[in-house]
């Protein structure tokens, strides 16, 4: 069972595009995390977002998190070839020893 | 500085070989984490070690051995690897093996991961 549902799973799209990439789940977060990686690196933490209905902006990515703390989304505005990456959502739930769940990732693509 | 130091980078490794992979921060980070990345994967957790205690080993091969020598460091012992154990391996720290309620205590931080192939 997949716990986080990210969507799309790829995306290509030409440089100057908007685009939006979703991370859902019918599981509440303490809070939610998103991170790009290179092919052959490590993930980069990008943003934690903590409380429900959330906004933070980091340059040109606006990422939001849902008032029930469910859900999340990452829009990046006037892509450039340097977004090209996997994005990864992680949530970590409130209760429990439970380790980060993470999503299956958004494979992006911009082409100049 | 919110760097995680990994060595080495690249790892080639036959079925009988004794290899470590290293993790280094110093960040004051009290747990951190292996994580196993296949290709076109999201990673997968292997251990979690808190205040240099394991706290999580999801069940993971005997072959593979994690060590955390102090809170600065975490190895990975690795002995009679398959070939299916050719991976990204990644490491991570986080401030606090927090999962609840603490913001950003779970924020973990990557390391850059040492490929690793078994022949």
């Known amino acids: 069972t997949q716990l986080l549902e990210q969507s799309p799973q790829f995306l290509s799209i030409q440089e100057g595009e908007n685009l939006t990439v979703y991370c859902n789940s019918s599981s509440v977060f303490s809070s939610l995390q998103w991170y790009r990686q290179e092919p052959g690196e490590g993930p980069v933490l990008l943003v934690t977002?903590?409380?429900?209905?959330e906004v933070k902006k980091l340059k040109r990515l606006t990422f939001q998190f849902g008032d029930a703390r469910k859900d999340s989304s990452l829009h990046i505005t006037a892509a450039q070839p340097g977004d090209t990456g996997l994005y990864l959502c992680a949530g970590a739930y409130f209760s429990g020893n439970t380790p980060l769940v993470f999503g299956k990732g958004t494979r992006l693509s911009v082409i100049a | 500085d919110t760097e995680v130091t990994q060595t080495p980078k690249h790892l080639v490794m036959g079925m009988t070989n004794k290899k470590s992979l290293k993790c280094e921060q110093h960040m004051g980070h009290r747990a951190m984490y292996w994580y196993k990345q296949k290709a076109k994967k999201p990673p997968e957790l292997m251990f979690v070690?808190?205040?240099?205690?394991?706290?999580i080993n999801e069940s993971v091969p005997s072959r593979f051995s994690p060590e955390c020598p102090n809170s600065s460091l975490l190895n990975l012992h690795l002995h009679a690897l398959q070939p299916e154990d050719s991976a990204l391996y990644l490491c991570?720290?986080?401030?606090?093996?927090?999962?609840?309620?603490?913001?950003?205590?779970?924020?973990?931080?990557f390391g850059p991961g040492t490929r690793l192939t078994v022949l």
């Open positions: 070690y808190s205040y240099e205690k394991l706290s």
């Open positions: 977002v903590v409380t429900g209905g």
């Open positions: 991570a720290s986080s401030r606090a093996e927090l999962y609840g309620g603490a913001g950003t205590y779970n924020e973990q931080f």
